[in-house]
C-alpha cells in the first residue's frame, strides 16, 4: 500500500513540475494566409487622364457662279434639257470630298419661265443650280449685286427652288421678315456655325416697299451687319461670312474692303469669302491668325466678254480653296478653334469665240488651252494669292 502511495504521488509531481515543449510554429499555416490575403486585395490601377475631344469639317471654296446666256446655250440639249458637266466637272468634282461646300449663285436661280436672260438682268437655267447640289455643294450665297434683277419674282422664284432642297444651306435673300431674322446657326460633325452673306447693294435696284428685308445690303446697314456676327459669335463655334464687295476686275481690295474685313474680324468673324471683283485678290489672317480672309475667289464660270481695264486671262482665272475648321473641348469644358491646312488652287475657264466653254485647275492645263499659263500663274501667286501673307500652301492634297 505503501508503495503504491508513493507511487501514484510521484506521478503527480512529475505531471506538475514537467516543463512543456515549445510547441512548433505553424508556418505553413501562416503562409497559405499570407497569400490567401495577397491574392484578395484588390490591385489599383492609376485613373487615366481625361482626353481632349477634338471635331473637324472640311471645308472647299469657290467664287462667283456668272453663268450667262452663252454659257447656258452651250449646256442646252436639242431636247431642251441642260448638260453642264463637260463645262463643269474639271473643277467641280472635288466638292463631294468635303463636308461643306461654298459657292456664290451670282445669278438668280429664278425660275426659267422668268426668260434666261443676260446682263444686266440675269436669271440662269434652274438646272444650274440641280448640277452644283449633285457635284456637293451644300453651302451657298444668294447676296450679290444681281440679287433684285429679277425683282421680287425673281427672288420668290428662287426660295421656292432652294426650298425644295432643304439639305442645302443658303444666306442673302429672303421671301419674308422672319426667314431674315431666322437662326442662322448650323451644325456638323459636333461643330456649330454661322453662316450669313451680304453685298453692298443691288446694281441701284431696291426692295419693294414695306420688303426691306428681301435682300442682305451692307451700304448703310453697316451696324447690321455687324451685329448679326457680334450675336453669330457668342453661339457658334465659327462664324463665316460671304461678303460681295470691292471694285470690279481689280486684283487689289479697296479701302472698303479693308476696313469692312478688319471690322468683321473684330465682331469675331472666323471666314471671310470675298466675292464679285470677277479676278482674284490676296488671301491673309486678321488678328493674329483669329480670321482667315479671302478678298475675292473670282469667277467660278463665266461667259464674260471683257473690258478694257482687264484682261481675259485675268476674268478667267479664279481660286478654289480648302481648309479644316478645327474645335477642341478640354477635359475642364474649355474649348479652342483654329482654321488649319489652307490649300489654295487656281482656275481657268477657257472659251472659243464664247461658243464653248470649259473649267479646269491650272495644274491640268496645257499650251494647247493657254500658251504660257505656267509663268502666269505664278505671278498670279506670287503678287496677288501671296500679296500680304506668303504661308498660304498652294495645291490640293
Not at 478694257?308 to 475648321?325: C, K, P, Q
Amino acid at each position: 500500500m505503501l508503495i503504491i502511495l508513493a507511487l501514484l504521488i510521484g506521478l503527480t509531481g512529475y505531471a506538475v513540475f514537467r516543463r512543456p515543449e515549445p510547441s512548433e510554429p505553424d508556418t505553413q499555416k501562416e503562409t497559405a494566409s499570407d497569400k490567401t490575403q495577397e491574392e484578395t486585395l484588390p490591385v489599383k490601377t492609376p485613373e487615366p487622364e481625361p482626353e481632349p475631344q477634338e471635331y473637324s469639317a472640311s471645308l472647299f471654296m469657290l467664287g462667283d457662279a456668272l453663268v450667262q446666256v452663252n454659257n447656258s446655250d452651250y449646256a442646252r440639249q436639242p431636247d431642251g434639257s441642260y448638260d453642264w458637266q463637260p463645262m463643269m466637272d474639271g473643277i467641280t468634282n472635288y466638292a463631294k470630298d468635303y463636308d461643306l461646300s461654298f459657292y456664290n449663285q451670282e445669278c438668280i436661280l429664278g425660275g426659267d419661265e422668268l426668260g434666261i436672260t443676260p446682263f444686266p438682268h440675269f436669271n440662269c437655267p434652274q438646272s444650274f443650280g440641280d448640277y452644283m447640289i449633285s457635284k456637293g455643294f451644300n453651302l451657298v450665297s444668294t447676296a450679290n449685286n444681281h440679287s433684285l434683277d429679277k425683282g421680287a419674282e425673281g427672288i420668290e422664284g428662287s426660295d421656292v427652288y432652294w426650298k425644295a432642297h432643304p439639305e442645302i444651306i443658303t444666306n442673302g435673300i429672303f421671301v419674308s421678315q422672319e426667314e431674315h431674322d431666322a437662326s442662322i446657326i448650323h451644325e456638323i460633325n459636333g461643330i456649330k456655325y454661322a453662316f450669313t452673306a451680304w453685298t453692298y447693294d443691288m446694281n441701284g435696284n431696291l426692295c419693294p416697299e414695306g420688303r426691306g428685308y428681301m435682300a442682305n445690303q451692307y451700304r448703310g446697314f453697316e451696324d447690321e451687319l455687324l451685329d448679326t456676327v457680334r450675336k453669330a459669335d457668342q453661339e457658334a463655334d465659327f462664324v463665316i461670312v460671304s461678303m460681295h464687295w470691292g471694285t470690279e476686275y481689280t486684283h487689289v481690295p479697296d479701302a472698303e474692303q479693308l476696313s469692312l474685313a478688319q471690322q468683321l474680324a473684330d465682331a469675331g468673324a472666323d471666314l471671310i469669302i470675298g466675292n464679285h471683283a470677277h479676278n482674284i485678290q490676296p488671301v491673309e489672317w486678321l488678328n493674329n491668325g483669329k480670321t482667315l480672309c479671302f478678298y475675292a475667289l473670282g469667277n467660278l464660270i463665266n461667259g464674260q466678254d471683257f473690258p478694257d481695264y482687264t484682261t481675259y486671262d485675268d476674268v478667267n482665272t479664279g481660286m478654289g480653296a480648302s481648309l479644316i475648321l478645327k474645335k477642341t473641348v478640354s477635359p475642364d469644358g474649355t474649348v479652342s478653334t483654329s482654321i488649319d491646312d489652307v490649300r489654295i488652287e487656281l482656275l481657268y475657264t477657257w472659251t472659243n469665240n464664247y461658243e464653248t466653254f470649259g473649267s479646269v485647275w491650272y495644274d491640268d492645263l496645257d499650251d494647247s488651252i493657254f500658251p504660257g499659263h505656267e509663268s502666269f500663274e505664278q505671278s498670279l501667286i506670287d503678287n496677288v494669292v501671296h500679296a500680304y501673307d506668303d504661308s498660304f500652301a498652294i495645291g490640293f492634297e
